[in-house]
């Protein structure tokens, strides 16, 4: 098999498509959530907290001079992702909570499979069987 052949069978296997689809949905929620808590909900929590805008919060450890920027602890920035990353789990979590849900209804109007007879009930349906053969 050539190199090319091997790489498009890897490449098309569902599980690899379905992850590139993962990823790129992944990125655009990302995108979403984080215009959520930067435009919708991090304005009126700055706004309760006096004013603050998150990202700019920071501690300077060394101030500029010269051509040489000052160097910030930014733990804004921080806090920032980390909202983010509790919002996008939360929403993560939604769901997938969503989704076992439906599976589990799915799951529960499926009807069981009709019970398999034991062996000695198989048994008695051959030999009533082959009663009818002699009979007929």
Known sequence: MSIFQ????????????????????????????SSLVNDILMPPIGLLVGGVDFTDLA?????????????????????????DFLIVAAAVFFVIKGINAMQREAEE????????????????AEIRDLLKAQRG
């Open 6 to 33: 091997e790489f498009k069978a890897f490449a098309l296997k569902g599980n690899m498509v379905d992850m590139a689809v993962g990823i790129i949905i992944g990125g655009a929620f990302g995108k979403v959530v």
């Open 59 to 83: 501690i300077t450890l060394k101030a500029a001079s010269g051509e040489a920027p000052a160097v910030l602890w930014r733990y804004g920035a921080f806090l920032q992702s980390l909202i």
């Open 109 to 124: 109007e499926a009807p069981p499979p009709p019970p398999t007879p034991s062996p000695e009930e198989q048994l008695l």
